[in-house]
């Protein structure tokens, strides 16, 4: 169970790094000056750089080795966030918007990988997984003796 909690981590790591690096790609250069003074057509420049921040965040957190399920909901939740956004801005002409754009497409690829991986961290960081009832049950033998 080890080695699968491992890969999954090291699956879930690459996946929240990879599409913040991918988000900063697309953002970076569309923050301009005149940008911010003036009013903004788009706000996704704005959203995606928090984003990014937080996924990096918790791919540092996880690399680390906590074992919480909140922060694989956090991660897997950021990257469904962005995964969905993606239609809802583009409204029905998402699926010619994602041809055209490769970066968009590696992105789209990399968020389902990243849910999946933090799907099986949040299945896999189960509290009785980790052996919390074992060392319950330890701390109650010892009080006993």
Avoid at 49 to 62: D, N, Q, R, T, W
Avoid at 81 to 96: F, M
């Amino acid at each position: 169970m080890e080695r699968v909690e491992r890969a999954v981590r090291i699956v879930a790591v690459q996946a929240a790094l990879l599409t913040a690096a991918l988000h900063l790609l697309w953002a970076i250069p569309r923050l301009s000056p005149p940008m911010l003074a003036d009013s903004v057509a788009d706000s996704r420049p704005f959203l995606f750089v928090p984003a990014a921040v937080l996924l990096i965040a918790v791919a540092v957190a996880v690399f680390r080795g906590y074992r919480y399920r909140r922060l694989s909901s956090l991660g897997g939740g950021t990257l469904a966030v962005l995964l969905v956004g993606y239609p809802l801005c583009h409204g029905g002409n998402a699926a010619d918007a994602l041809l055209t754009e490769p970066l968009a497409v590696a992105a789209v690829a990399v968020e389902v990988v990243g849910v999946v991986a933090f799907t099986g961290l949040y299945h896999v960081h189960h509290p009785d997984r980790l052996g919390s009832t074992a060392a319950a049950a330890d701390n109650n033998d010892a009080r006993n003796n």
